[in-house]
């Protein structure tokens, strides 16, 4: 009788050891290296003012688009950049006249890993123009180097993590599945783009969550088929409900670039690249990044001349409708025999999603300007829009 009450004693132990290594997944287990993701906005906010005292209406329109592609196979990561930024604005003092500025710049980065599927080295191409207001030339530039490192995407272990919660939440699956099927879940809820091409945009989400459903049943966790609140409760968390996109991993590169023009009025010099980027999700709802670069052009007239960039952003999901994006930017421009100038530009903004497209925005921004005749503070908040093409 002691035998049997021990060994009944040490099978509860085991499983309840079992238990939460099972339903401890995180972002961190999805390892897949094919993966696509595309996200294109386009944002516009503005603000109309006349205050005692002035000589007439002050206005200020803001308009923006960005638009991200990354391709990754166990061999090569593709990625594709485009953005642009105007603005339309006119001081309240008499007279002043309403002034318009743009940039824009679009680049395209190839990383060519050595071995399949691996997380070491690699060769890259890059290619990239920028265009501004302030100046005539274009800024244009080819590059070719060498890299160590590699970034996943993975925002289709953050969507699964969500719908077997919600699912689970429902009562439409008995208990949360191993580690093993959620990353095969994950591996089909990447594929939505594949499932769309064989079945057309029109029919592919039942043959996809049909397929999600029959990797449950095969784990044990469904009885049958999902039931209807399940299918809505599926739909809702993979094609209604927008998540941002999710990245875990770091890269380094540094290679020589061609500079064909630039903004200094340099042609036809060569230059050094180095970048890295460190990519970490917190939680299944907040995301740190952070991305670097230097470059300098090697010319006689500015040997000691270089440019250092450094983006950080942190996002965080308060709930299912609501997002709150942070952002620090650092621009340095050492400048050979002149004023070095620094920049430094904050910003704070909320996003409450009215659809699946479509989001309001409120944002603080904060820039700081130091080494040029003008320096200072500038403070905004903006009201707007944003809409999500991707």
């Known amino acids: 009788m002691k035998q049997q009450s021990l060994k009944l004693a040490v099978s509860l132990a085991l499983s309840t050891a079992v238990l939460p290594a099972i339903a401890d997944v995180t972002l961190y287990d999805y390892t897949e290296a094919t993966s696509a993701y595309e996200d294109a906005y386009l944002s516009a906010s503005a603000d109309l003012s006349k205050n005692r005292g002035d000589a007439q209406a002050a206005y200020n329109l803001d308009l923006n688009g ?27 003092t008499a007279g002043a006249k309403s002034k318009d500025t743009y940039t824009a710049g679009a680049s395209t ?11 070491g080295g690699f060769w890259y191409g890059k290619a990239s123009i920028g265009a501004n207001s302030e100046y005539d030339d274009l800024d244009t530039t080819l590059g070719v180097g060498l890299g160590y490192g590699r970034v996943v995407n993975v925002t289709p272990m ?13 009562g439409s699956i008995s208990r949360k599945p191993s580690k093993a099927v959620y990353n095969q879940i994950a591996n089909i809820v990447a594929r939505d783009a594949e499932y769309a091409s064989k079945h057309g945009r ?37 094609v209604d409900e927008r998540i941002s996109t999710r990245k875990h991993g770091w890269k380094v590169r540094a290679g020589l670039n061609y500079v064909g023009s630039n903004f200094s009025g340099i042609k036809d010099k060569p230059g050094l690249e180095l970048g890295a980027e460190y990519h970490r999700p917190i939680s299944n709802r907040t995301q740190f990044s952070n991305e670097a670069v230097l470059t300098t052009v090697f010319d006689s ?38 004023q070095d100038v620094t920049t430094n530009s904050l910003s704070s903004t909320f996003l409450y ?10 944002s603080a921004k904060l820039t700081n300007v130091d080494g040029t005749t003008n320096d200072g503070t500038d403070k905004s908040l903006n009201m707007g829009i944003r809409y999500r093409l991707k």
């Open 66 to 92: 960005n638009y991200e592609r990354v391709l990754s196979t166990p061999k090569r990561d593709t990625t594709i950049k485009l953005n642009a930024d105007a603005q339309v604005n006119r001081a309240p």
């Open 109 to 119: 980065t190839v990383d060519n890993y050595f071995r399949e599927n691996s997380r």
């Open 158 to 170: 953050a969507k699964t993590i969500r719908l077997v919660d919600a699912l689970k939440k429902r």
């Open 202 to 238: 029109k029919d592919y989400q039942k043959f996809w969550i049909a397929d999600i459903e029959t990797a449950l049943r095969s784990a044990g966790v469904l009885s049958g088929n999902l039931n209807a609140v399940g299918v809505l409760e599926a739909r809702q968390v993979l």
């Open 301 to 338: 007239n500015a040997s000691d001349a270089y440019k250092l960039k450094n983006n950080m952003t942190l996002t965080h999901e308060v709930d299912d409708r609501i997002d709150w994006e942070n952002s620090w930017t650092l621009e340095y421009d050492k400048v050979d025999g002149g």
């Open 353 to 362: 999603e009215l659809t699946n497209s479509l989001d309001y925005t409120v």
